[in-house]
C-alpha cells in the first residue's frame, strides 16, 4: 500500500504536473520583466558624481558617506537628463532630518539624536550642519548629546546626581570618534561595592551585603545602573 502510494506521487511529480509548478525559474523571469518594465526614476550615485564633484567628495569622507544622494533629494533621472528643466529638491526645513535623527528609543545607543523641542528651535538644521558633512560646530562636551535616553532614565534615578564620569572612562576621542574610542564599563561586583557594600560603602547609599547579596551574579545582571531602583 505504501509503495503504490509512493509511486502515485512519483508519477504525479514528474510525469503528470508541469515542471514548471516546482521551479522558482519562472517566477523569477516575471518578476525580471515586471521590473524591467516600470519606468526608472532613480539616476544612482555614480550618476551624482559626474557632475557635483565637491559634495560627492565631502560626503565620502563625512558621516553621511553611505546614504545615497537621492535619498535626500529624490529620484533624480529626469535631472541627470535635463539639468536645467529639472532640478531635485534640497531640504531647507527642519522637518526633514529628524526623520532619521530625531529622538526614537529604537535606535542604536550613540546614534545621534534630538530633542526637536529643545535643540536650537526653529532653526533649520542646516544652519549649523552641513548637509553632506553634518558633524556639528562644536564637539558635544555633555553626555546627553548622544545618549539622550540614558540622560533622561538617570536623571529620574538615585544615581542623577553622579557624573557619567564616576563609572565610564572616556578618552577626549571618544567625543569625535564614539565608535573607535569606547568608553570603559565597570566589569566586577566589587566596583559597585565601593558605594553599596555594607562594610566599606558611602553614606546614605543603599547598603548590602556584598558576600551574600546577590550570590556570585553582577550587580547590573539585576539592576540598570541609570535606574537601579526600578529593578
Not at 524591467?36 to 532613480?42: D, I, V
Request: proline share 10%; net charge neutral; hydrophobic share 30%.
Amino acid at each position: 500500500m505504501l509503495a503504490a502510494l509512493l509511486g502515485l506521487i512519483l508519477v504525479l511529480r514528474f510525469v503528470v504536473l508541469p515542471a514548471d509548478l516546482f521551479s522558482a525559474k519562472p517566477h523569477q523571469v516575471a518578476a525580471t520583466e515586471r521590473e524591467r518594465a516600470k519606468q526608472a526614476s532613480y539616476a544612482g550615485v555614480s550618476v551624482c558624481k559626474q557632475c557635483h564633484t565637491d559634495e560627492f567628495e565631502t560626503k565620502s569622507a563625512g558621516y553621511h558617506r553611505n546614504v545615497a544622494c537621492e535619498t535626500c533629494h529624490g529620484p533624480a533621472l529626469g535631472h541627470a537628463e535635463a539639468p536645467k528643466s529639472a532640478k531635485p529638491p534640497a531640504p531647507r526645513d527642519r522637518k526633514f532630518c529628524p526623520v532619521c535623527h530625531g529622538y526614537d528609543p529604537s535606535r542604536p545607543t550613540g546614534f545621534p539624536q534630538i530633542n526637536q523641542a529643545n535643540h536650537n528651535p526653529m532653526k533649520p538644521c542646516i544652519t549649523c550642519h552641513d548637509p553632506h558633512d553634518p558633524v556639528p560646530p562644536e564637539t558635544p562636551q555633555e553626555c546627553s548629546a548622544c545618549h539622550g535616553q540614558i540622560a533622561s532614565t538617570k536623571a529620574l534615578s538615585s544615581h542623577a546626581l553622579l557624573a557619567c564620569t564616576t563609572c565610564h572612562e572616556a578618552e577626549e576621542e571618544h567625543k569625535i570618534q564614539p565608535r573607535s574610542s569606547r568608553p570603559s564599563k565597570p566589569d566586577s561586583r566589587e566596583f559597585c561595592g565601593q558605594c553599596h557594600s555594607s562594610e566599606h560603602g558611602v553614606s546614605r547609599a543603599p547598603k548590602v551585603d556584598m558576600n551574600q547579596h546577590g550570590d556570585t551574579f553582577l550587580c547590573w545582571q539585576c539592576h540598570y545602573p541609570h535606574l537601579p531602583e526600578g529593578n
